[in-house]
């Protein structure tokens, strides 16, 4: 089984930085891709980053320029590194794995707990 181990965030004011991470541990396949969502109060869960384990990347568009999506040297970690952060991006922060096909099509998933970010002055 897979097991999701987020940590990071936290309190910052605008314009500061954060950072979370999220370490996978488990049974995982070669083709996956580990990525950050978020809902902020009354909301929906957006994805915010994305990185496949080929290194293909994606970001919503409001955080592009802004946030980072990385991961180690053995692909079992993920990173969000969060730069120049505004109020709207409060929010719980979800670390997710998902389990693809040679085709990329997604045969499962996992959800870490969630991380709070919280940006106020």
């Known amino acids: 089984q897979v097991q999701l181990v987020e940590s990071g965030g936290g309190l910052v004011q605008p314009g500061g930085s954060l950072r979370l991470s999220c370490a996978a541990s488990?049974?995982?396949?070669?083709?996956?891709?580990l990525g950050w969502y978020r809902r902020a109060p009354g909301k929906q869960r957006d994805l915010v980053a994305r990185i496949t384990s080929g290194g293909s990347t994606s970001y919503a568009d409001s955080v592009k320029g802004r946030f980072t999506i990385s991961r180690d040297n053995a692909g079992n970690t993920v990173y969000l590194q969060m730069n120049s952060l505004k109020p709207e991006d409060t929010a719980v922060y979800y670390c997710?794995?998902?389990?693809?096909?040679?085709?990329?099509?997604?045969?499962?998933?996992?959800w870490g707990q969630g991380r709070q970010v919280t940006v106020s002055s």
């Open positions: 488990g049974s995982i396949s070669s083709s996956n891709a």
């Open positions: 997710k794995l998902e389990q693809l096909s040679r085709w990329g099509t997604v045969q499962s998933y996992s």
